[in-house]
């Protein structure tokens, strides 16, 4: 008799978009596809629910059966909270075999994996927003920051951003110091002055993502050794490291060595920040392992649902595996 295949299915849920992998135990993807958002704390529980049905619908049209699917593992934005959790559990049990295990964790879980490639660390997202997760040997999870752009997020592309909107406009007022943020930050808005800066923001129906966006040129600026700019990153780069030692104290007070996954476009698209941390952590009683990972958050996901299957070692074969799939994709794109 033909031995049946078994698949795990790893979702990493955003804001946004949701990428859905399926593969086989041996880390080969058979399939990877987006949906729309799955938060459960920005749509209707109607919305969430026309989402997972299209998705598994996908899966059983085109590919197949649920009933060969052993695990899911859902990393979802916005499922922080024990309610949210019962809710997408409830919505995604609709669609499956009784005997599938299935695992609901926050994203941050998938971000992590992404890089520690299930072990123990702690990951320091920096994107749009901010915010420092880890999970310790005893399965403990703790996290640091992402208050959102209002009240927290220190070292995210909005904080950068807004602090180097802030030294072009005191360079305006002749209350700081000389930039050449300035030019920058007027050309990118194709303004004249700080009037004109500000309108344009203040009238835009998402000045958060405007604001971000300003993060490359303060880079960019950075890289021209230009004192402000210089001055932002350095106080960035002292904001994540606090966070990160924060979060080790917790989770890893008797530990020599901690892995750090830095995900985000801060990391992902600079380099710069990288060896601002490194030669930041030189300085500091905690030793870091610096690490930008090679798979995605999906990626990720699926390694959380290898574990959740309760496969002892996820194996160089099943890595090469999924990293040669993301490399193909990539090339594709």
Same mark, same amino acid.
């Given at each position: ?26 880390? *080969?993807?058979?399939?990877?596809? $987006?949906?729309?958002?799955? *938060? ?13 049905? +299209?998705?598994?619908?996908? /899966? ?48 941050? @879980? ?54 180097? !909107? ?13 930039? !050449? &943020?300035?030019?920058?930050?007027? =050309? ?8 004109? %800066? /500000?309108?344009? /923001? ?8 405007? !604001?971000?966006? @300003? ?5 960019? =600026? ?6 402000? =700019? *210089? ?25 020599? %060595? ?7 476009? !801060? ?6 920040? &990288? ?12 030793? $870091?392992?610096?690490? +930008?990972?090679?798979?995605?958050? =999906?990626?990720?996901?699926? +390694?959380?649902?290898? %574990? ?9 074969? /099943? ?15």
């Amino acid at each position: 008799m033909m031995k049946k295949m078994c698949y795990v299915m790893g979702i990493d849920g955003g804001g946004t978009k949701t990428q859905v992998v399926l593969a086989d135990l041996y880390g *080969n993807v058979i399939t990877d596809r $987006v949906y729309g958002s799955t *938060n459960p704390n920005t749509m209707t529980e109607k919305e969430l629910s026309d989402t997972f049905r +299209i998705m598994f619908e996908d /899966i059983h049209r085109d590919f197949i059966g649920i009933e060969n699917i052993k695990c899911i593992f859902a990393g979802i934005s916005g499922a922080g909270s024990q309610a949210s959790k019962q809710l997408i559990k409830k919505i995604i049990r609709g669609h499956i075999h009784s005997p599938t295990k299935l695992q609901i964790e926050a994203d941050t @879980v998938n971000a992590l994996y992404s890089g520690t490639l299930g072990k123990p660390g702690i990951v320091q997202i920096a994107g749009t927003g901010s915010i420092t997760f880890g999970i310790n040997e005893k399965l403990q999870q703790d996290r640091v920051g992402g208050w959102g752009y209002l009240l927290g997020d220190e070292g995210s592309g909005f904080d950068i951003g807004q602090q180097g !909107i802030k030294g072009a406009l005191r360079c305006e007022d002749g209350r700081g110091q000389r930039t !050449i &943020l300035m030019d920058y930050i007027y =050309a990118h808005f194709q303004v004249k002055s700080g009037r004109e %800066l /500000i309108d344009k /923001i203040y009238h835009s129906s998402s000045p958060k993502h405007l !604001i971000s966006h @300003v993060s490359k040129l303060v880079f960019q =600026a950075a890289i021209e050794n230009d004192a402000v =700019a *210089n001055r932002i990153l350095q106080r960035t780069t002292k904001e994540l490291a606090h966070s990160i030692q924060s979060l080790s104290d917790k989770l890893f007070p008797e530990e020599e %060595l901690i892995q750090v996954i830095l995900c985000g476009g !801060i990391f992902t698209n600079q380099s710069l920040m &990288l060896q601002l941390l490194e030669a930041e952590f030189k300085h500091r009683k905690q030793r $870091v392992n610096l690490i +930008i990972p090679k798979i995605p958050p =999906a990626a990720g996901a699926i +390694i959380g649902a290898y %574990l959740t299957e309760d496969m002892k070692e996820i194996t160089p074969n /099943i890595i090469e595996n999924l990293l040669a799939h993301w490399k193909k994709r990539h090339r594709e794109a």
